[in-house]
């Protein structure tokens, strides 16, 4: 059964920190990884999407890269600023499950 | 195009009765699924579906009941609410063979 482990469960950093986020899986036949924020009280962005083919993606100041063969991946946030905070969740989708297994996920929160 | 959509956005039933919980998408994507998000636990899934007239249980299944009779709908069925089944539930879509998940609103409900 596929479990996916998030670290640190919650970080609270200064503004323009670089930071980075873990997610560990325990089965890698994954087809693809993604992590996705959620702001309180709402619901999921995706914010990257990585294939099973793929070493890492980058969309902005995001930065998502997966070493499938150790079942790890990070989300690094570069110059990061307070209206990221949110929590950070990874998800993978396992070919033999046919199914999304989520994390718990990181409170990031960002202040002044 | 809406995405994916869901309804109610808020909703609280007494204990024993049944509701369904709508979503659609618009993105002729196979894929769907019903997840559950409690605090502490993470996202769960429901039930999920492959296709128009495809179903299958996921992790926590027990109290639900779903179809699909068409390809962008995919309702969920509480068919007596208990307390325990206060959460926030999400719908998602996705096209199989890209995987890539699109997450609905979510709908918070309540049951008294």
């Known amino acids: 059964k596929q479990e996916v482990t998030q670290i640190p469960a919650a970080l609270s950093v200064p503004e323009g920190e670089n930071l980075v986020l873990n997610c560990s899986f325990t089965?890698?036949?994954?087809?693809?990884l993604q992590w996705f924020r959620q702001d309180p009280g709402k619901g999921l962005t995706s914010l990257l999407l990585?294939?099973?083919?793929?070493r890492e993606q980058t969309s902005g100041r995001l930065n998502a890269s997966l070493d499938k063969s150790s079942g790890r991946s990070t989300l690094y946030i570069a110059a990061s600023q307070p209206g990221d905070s949110a929590t950070y969740l990874c998800?993978?989708?396992?070919?033999?499950?046919?199914?999304?297994?989520f994390g718990t996920g990181t409170r990031l929160q960002v202040t002044l | 195009n809406a995405g994916v959509t869901q309804t109610p956005k808020f909703q609280v039933l007494k204990t024993g009765q049944s509701m369904t919980l709508q979503c659609a998408q618009d993105?002729?994507?196979?894929?769907m699924s019903w997840y559950r998000q409690d605090p502490g636990m993470g996202l769960r899934l429901i039930h999920y579906?492959?296709?128009?007239?495809?179903?299958d249980q996921g992790e926590v299944p027990n109290g639900y009941n779903v179809s699909r009779s068409t390809t962008e709908d995919f309702p969920l069925r509480l068919l007596s609410a208990a307390p325990s089944q206060t959460s926030v539930y999400f719908c998602?879509?996705?096209?199989?063979?890209?995987?890539?998940?699109?997450f609905g609103p979510g709908t918070r409900l309540t049951v008294t």
């Open positions: 998602a879509s996705t096209r199989l063979g890209s995987y890539e998940q699109y």
């Open positions: 579906s492959v296709g128009a007239g495809i179903t």
């Open positions: 089965d890698s036949a994954i087809y693809n």
């Open positions: 993105m002729n994507h196979e894929y």
């Open positions: 990585i294939q099973s083919s793929q």
């Open positions: 998800a993978v989708w396992t070919g033999t499950a046919s199914k999304l297994t």
